[in-house]
């Protein structure tokens, strides 16, 4: 247990990354890059390191692959560590800044297997991503009783409002099935 | 910059916290712990460490300090290290848990100086605490161009429903003084 005066929290990559993930290409399709999303989430429950949630943030012209996140809220002790905030921390500390969205970046876009919730679609504002592309719905989490918390549909009308696109059931049905598997496997529901 | 195959992101507090804070007295009323979030919230901008918001996490029937939290987006180029957030994560790290919400530990409890965005609404859900206490509400945040997001009254009704008590408006003036501060000494905004 950590002395209480000065906890360190310490995020990183599961070392299955290294070899699962290529950074050196471009991801030129919403498949492609959706695909590396469920790939992500895929592995997570596969190598036993969380949740069937994966992510990555893409520069939206380019293709090229700025982070990936999966759930790391069991293996890190930290409820906030869903895929999409992993994702988000990761991209802020590769480009060196805390927004995503500065006039000396490129625009930016979050790919995720699951639709965000209610913590993530925050974040995702607050982040400075342009776009979400998101590939199994909440339907299909709240079938695994995976809670989505507080969105509602003005959560998003808000989100568009400020000029985030959002982009729906892309790779949805290869999306589900790791969630499936995940359930094949009985996983732990954190948020049940 | 950090190479993009395994970046590392480590929150640690500010050096101010270990002078600042009493991790070893109890705080027995809501306007001693709300008066502690708001002590967070003042020197985070006196001490130049980040945004004029500061949190704590108590075991809510004895008192005990659990952590604290600051706004730390700009400190640590992180847009998730919202005071809340913070938070969250070092009192998950500091017990040894994904959640504050198990059989094992005792109800905690979220006190925070100014009202949760979005994002740390729903990182309220997931942490596993039993009561949020807030002190200035949205529209002062608002007045000092920091936005909330999509929050609405069904979110907080929607943490009601699950048990959560939210408790509005404690010590509202000194945590309201703390933004005005802060517009003062012109504070980079953020989220504007």
Same mark, same amino acid.
């Given at each position: ?141 709240? !079938? ?38 995940? !359930? ?9």
């Amino acid at each position: 247990m950590s002395h209480r005066t000065n906890p360190i929290v310490s995020v990183q990559y599961p070392p299955w990354v290294a070899e699962l993930v290529d950074f050196n290409r471009a991801y030129a399709t919403d498949e492609e890059k959706m695909r590396l999303a469920i790939s992500v989430s895929r592995a997570n429950v596969e190598r036993g390191t969380g949740g069937p949630f994966g992510a990555a943030i893409f520069e939206r012209d380019s293709g090229r692959l700025v982070s990936v996140g999966m759930n790391s809220v069991v293996r890190l002790n930290n409820c906030t560590l869903h895929g999409e905030m992993v994702a988000f921390m990761m991209a802020q500390q590769v480009v060196g800044s805390f927004s995503l969205n500065m006039p000396s970046l490129p625009p930016h876009e979050l790919f995720t297997s699951c639709e965000p919730c209610a913590m993530c679609l925050g974040g995702t504002l607050w982040s400075g991503v342009k776009r979400v592309v998101y590939g199994a719905g909440r339907e299909d989490a709240s !079938r695994l009783n995976f809670e989505e918390g507080p969105v509602f549909p003005e959560s998003y009308k808000y989100l568009e409002d400020r000029g985030i696109e959002i982009v729906r059931d892309v790779l949805r049905p290869e999306a589900r099935a790791v969630l499936e598997l995940y !359930r094949t496997m009985s996983g732990k529901i954190y948020n049940g």
